[in-house]
């Protein structure tokens, strides 16, 4: 545990993913394993939903059975970064306070002008 075996292997897979052409990867992990979700989560895997009719082999009788099971599943997209790893609180607040001070100084009796010859443009950069 902690030597960086399944962030390498994941990567390896998406790697491998994106030769292939695909610009996305879905995964599931049973609900509850706080450990695995917080491993995805770290590395750009975000919840899209929950199965909640998902199943999961048992093998402990020496037969296989599918046992009931919650998974939660979390997707990575392989081209552009989970966009809360993008934008952080400043910038939010930044893009705020500009906001505000667009529309305190313009002309209030026509907040939604539909003069689109000059646009609202704002440098994020940080």
């Known amino acids: 545990r902690r030597k960086g075996v399944a962030k390498r292997l994941c990567g390896q897979a998406e790697a491998i993913a994106s ?3 695909y610009s996305e990867v879905l995964l599931k992990v049973e609900k509850g394993n706080r450990r695995a979700e917080g491993l995805y989560y770290k590395i750009g895997y975000r919840k899209v939903a929950v199965e909640t009719n998902g199943e999961k082999p048992n093998a402990t009788s020496g037969r296989l059975r599918f046992m009931p099971v919650t998974n939660v599943v979390m997707r990575k997209d392989l081209k552009f970064p989970p966009i809360d790893t993008v934008v952080s609180l400043a910038g939010v607040a930044l ?5 505000v001070s667009y529309w305190s100084s313009s002309d209030l009796s026509r907040p939604f002008s539909t003069d689109l010859s000059m646009p609202f443009v704002m440098d994020l950069t940080l």
């Not at 893009?95 to 906001?99: G, H, N, Q, R, V």
């Open 19 to 21: 030769s292939w052409g």
């Open 95 to 99: 893009c705020m306070l500009c906001a």
